[in-house]
């Protein structure tokens, strides 16, 4: 835990301490040139779109089923290609929420059973090519880039990649480590946050379009899931493959004709998507952000689909409410006339399998809350009641017709278009449908729509700030006010089983650590504690850095004063849920996860650990014949490993940073303090990596600490 503290308040510190990089020379400006008549962007004039063309395209079915697509495309001596699978991670297990992210990482990075993933490393760097996997919502894909006189060599890892991956336990470890540490930083953008909720209330918590990974749902995932999954979803007739480049297609055909042609793996057909039927109550929802002084807002409710018959008019709508940047309605009226947002805009959000969101999103200042919400309600009524302008609806649909160039101006975006529309069984030419679709709405149409398909009386509106700030209350805007609770459920702890025999061994094994630190009334007989240490935290960059830390401990109150290179922190806990950190950079509360280490360093504390066979609210059970595991009421877990005379060895826990790691402090050079052994030298690893090593200077018991000294500021 010492090492824990120390990274979670020193990184955001050494990052503003660091020395700012010198200002560039500057160079005069050139003298100005001679005004040419000033001319305003609305008289600029743009020649017609050109019309959409597609490329000839070849495509075909091997006897296995796989659907395979060809480009040819020689301006570029390489070679391009996807496979899109029929897949997703909405077809989880709700217990093993995760399992897609895992399974797209360690397809590639597992390696195949010829080759582990570094070796296929090796080869494709040597290369400059590159073979990647991936998993999303609704399909996975395994894509490859090369020079193309590579071809023959990286279609072959591709093929191996496809068809065996080995899906390797080590990759799986680090994989599931990489998720920890993405859940655990889930909070950390109101932006994100704000999307996140907004999107499961919407769609439903418990739902597969709303569920989110948890801790304890990557735990649950393992190899033969991985394998499981791949088997049921990565068969011949459940892939689209796309190639694109420079080759004959004639000459690419027999390749993959070939390269496949013993792959005969069968499945039945993957089964529809689940449908989305999920309906939310509306009203406001605040998730509590206390250390932002500006708020993030989702508004909004289900959608539709791109192929919905009014997809077209929604589009033109949404662009003229706020869509179209400086030019929409909201950014006009709540950023410029009235100055209460940072940045407001409104999509209607149509997917190609699923039902989408209508989302209004943008951020305010804290203050600005509650205006920002009722100008923004305004305009959408607005929209709802009053027909649009000529002027906006002729820039709306220029806009979204000039935007279809872009998804075509190369052949691998014209041909991963085509894939999709074939993937998800959209006409070949809906893009020119949708084109014409575009071309003939009217202002009619627009009003229409808009008071159609939006409900006011539906919205669900999600607030991320501090409410405190808010000067005007969220009730004021006469809807419902929930709160949304934002806590990550930690990671289990798997423990052994106990029964009497183990409870009873346990406790043997403590009293046997307690004779050999020291005895037991000398423990119980310690009120108050403290130590100096210097730490060495190998896990920053640079070669370590070095830190001197006091801990002094009235249970349950707790300070921590480190000593840094560029200046003083330090961490007060009240032992009631809060207390303060001062730095060099000010004074701030003490923050929830601070709390929470604060709490989980007392449960450790080595006099009140070692007597914990004494304490109703703490188990200690036996797991070996050296070894306890002491759990509490709160979750705190810690195992306690003894060395042959009965001194702790080393101890294991969970990092207190949500990760999921296990860090090992590993315990020596005992020496006598107060009349009881402690330890002087401690070498901490995290994740099984070195993270700190840890040299005790003093350790005082009993030296009368007051409970002022821990809480002065």
């Known amino acids: 835990m010492r090492s824990a503290i120390l990274t979670l308040f020193t990184a955001a510190i050494v990052s503003a301490q660091a020395p700012a990089p010198a200002p560039a020379a500057r160079k005069a400006a050139p003298a100005p040139k001679p005004a040419a008549a000033s001319r305003s962007y609305k008289t600029l004039k743009y020649p017609p779109m050109r019309e959409l063309k597609f490329p000839e395209i070849a495509s075909f079915t091997l006897p296995n089923g796989m659907k395979v697509f060809l480009l040819e495309n020689h301006e570029l001596p390489l070679v391009r290609g996807s496979a899109r699978i029929r897949t997703g991670n909405i077809f989880e297990p709700a217990q093993k929420v995760g399992l897609t992210s895992i399974f797209g990482e360690v397809m590639r990075t597992g390696g ?82 704000a999307s996140r909720e907004f999107d499961r209330l919407l769609y439903g918590p418990t739902t597969p379009w709303g569920r989110i990974v948890e801790h304890e749902t990557i735990q649950s995932v393992n190899r033969q899931d991985l394998l499981d999954w791949h088997k049921r979803y990565y068969f011949p007739a459940n892939v689209m493959l796309a190639i694109q480049g420079d080759f004959s297609t004639a000459e690419m055909r027999a390749k993959i004709e070939k390269l496949f042609a013993g792959w005969d793996a069968k499945q039945a057909p993957v089964p529809p998507l689940p449908a989305v039927s999920h309906s939310q109550k509306p009203g406001i929802f605040l998730a509590e952000k206390s250390e932002v002084n500006q708020s993030n807002f989702r508004i909004g409710h289900l959608g539709g689909k791109l192929n919905d018959k009014d997809y077209p008019a929604l589009e033109v709508m949404a662009d003229i409410l706020g869509a179209n940047g400086f030019s929409s309605r909201l950014m006009k009226k709540i950023r410029s006339d009235l100055g209460l947002a940072y940045g407001v805009s409104a999509n209607w959000n149509a997917n190609y399998d699923h039902v989408g969101t209508f989302t209004i999103s943008g951020s305010t200042k804290s203050e600005s809350t509650v205006d920002a919400l009722k100008a923004i309600y305004g305009e959408v009524e607005r929209i709802r009641s009053t027909e649009v302008t000529d002027q906006e609806l002729q820039e709306a649909k220029e806009s979204t017709l000039n935007s279809f160039v872009f998804n075509f101006d190369s052949p691998s975006k014209t041909l991963s ?7 998800h069984g959209y006409p070949k030419d809906f893009i020119f449908q949708y084109q014409k679709a575009i071309a003939a709405v ?9 008071k159609e398909y939006i409900k006011p009386e539906n919205f669900v509106t999600v607030v991320v700030g501090k409410s405190a700030d808010f000067g005007t209350p969220l009730s004021s805007l006469n809807m419902p006010v929930s709160k949304i609770d934002l806590t990550i459920p930690e990671p289990k702890t798997a423990t052994a089983k106990a029964d009497a025999a183990s409870l009873q061994k346990g406790k043997q094994l403590l009293q046997k650590l307690q004779a050999a630190v020291g005895g037991a009334d000398k423990l119980t007989a310690v009120k108050d504690y403290m130590h100096v240490a210097q730490v060495k935290v190998l896990a920053m960059q640079g070669g370590g850095l070095q830190v001197t830390q006091t801990t002094k401990i009235i249970a349950p109150m707790i300070r921590f004063e480190q000593q840094l290179p560029f200046g003083k922190i330090v961490i007060y806990y009240d032992g009631k849920g809060s207390g303060f950190m001062i730095g060099p950079q000010g004074q701030a509360p003490l923050p929830a996860p601070a709390v929470k280490q604060a709490n989980e360093e007392l449960f450790r504390l080595y006099p009140t650990l070692w007597m914990s066979d004494r304490d109703p609210n703490r188990t200690v059970n036996a797991v070996s ?18 060395d042959a005379s009965g001194l702790p060895a080393k101890v294991n826990y969970k990092a207190a940073d949500n990760s999921g790691n296990e860090v090992e402090a590993i315990y020596s050079d005992f020496k006598e303090a107060g009349g009881i052994k402690l330890p002087h030298v401690i070498k901490v690893s995290q994740g099984g990596k070195p993270a700190a090593d840890i040299t005790v200077t003093e350790y005082k018991l009993n030296s009368g600490l ?8």
């Open 417 to 423: 278009r085509i894939v999709n529309y074939e993937y």
């Open 625 to 642: 014949n050296d070894a306890v595991e002491i759990t509490d009421k709160n979750g705190n877990y810690v195992r306690v490993t003894l």
């Open 442 to 450: 009217t202002k009619a149409d627009v009003m229409r729509v808009a």
């Open 112 to 193: 195949t059973k010829s080759k582990t993933g570094d070796q296929l490393n090796e080869l494709l760097e040597g290369i400059a090519a590159s073979v990647e996997s991936d998993v999303g919502e609704t399909s996975g894909t395994l894509s490859f880039n090369t020079l193309k006189e590579h071809t023959g060599t990286v279609l072959d890892v591709f093929k191996d990649v496809l068809v065996a991956p080995e899906f390797r336990q080590d990759k799986i470890d680090i994989a599931k480590t990489q998720m920890r540490g993405i859940i655990a930083r889930r909070n950390d953008q109101a932006g994100g946050i």
């Open 706 to 713: 007051k409970p002022e000294e821990l809480g002065q500021k």
